[in-house]
């Protein structure tokens, strides 16, 4: 698989979904995603797992698509994995499906997404001091309250997702001072009455 069509963002259906929501094949799909290829043993031990269920529940994401063979980073027997795209598309049709599990696991995957960035916001509550003046100066922890419709809303949402698309190759891959970066989008409505 080239390198282009490993950074396409999948989106998800019913099947895939399916194969996706469970905690820690989230986890495992996001390390994979964040870090690069590893062993099942490598992952086993950063998520605190066993190397069985690690293993298992890399075969799973296989299955569905979502990691693969990485096999010029193994030797001998050992079986590297690396992420396959970049990221998921989340259709909100899932959480209407006429199947109950579907809905269910439509359910679970958007609770762990979110579990998943107030953990990241924790994370960086707590660590924010051992970070360079430089870093915490270039961190953000904003929100706003609009007024929007339904379509103005999207409008903004898409706004943003180009805005974000036009930073991914900005740093020169070889630039010390480069992070990764994480940047949660939240747009939801809120009820005044």
Do not use: C
């Amino acid at each position: 698989m080239s390198e282009q069509e490993r950074s396409e963002v999948r989106r998800l259906d019913a099947r895939s979904l399916r194969g996706l929501a469970h905690p820690l094949r989230m986890r495992l799909l996001k390390v994979l995603r964040q870090s690069g290829p590893a062993t099942a043993s490598q992952l086993a031990e950063r998520l605190g797992e066993s190397s069985g269920a690690t293993s298992y529940h890399l075969r799973q994401l296989a299955e569905h698509g979502f990691v693969e063979d990485a096999p010029e980073y193994g030797k001998g027997r050992e079986r590297w994995w690396r992420a396959v795209h970049r990221g998921v598309s989340f259709d909100d049709a899932l959480l209407r499906d006429g199947d109950p599990d579907v809905r269910g696991a439509a359910e679970l995957f958007m609770h762990e997404v979110a579990n998943n960035h107030m953990q990241e916001l924790a994370t960086w509550t707590g660590t924010r001091g051992d970070w360079p003046s430089e870093w915490r100066r270039s961190s953000d922890m904003s929100d706003w309250t609009l007024s929007l419709t339904p379509e103005l809303a999207l409008e903004l949402i898409l706004k943003m997702h180009e805005l974000v698309e036009s930073y991914r190759e900005s740093a020169p891959p070889d630039d010390p001072a480069a992070k990764q970066v994480r940047i949660h989008s939240h747009v939801i409505p809120t009820n005044t009455d």
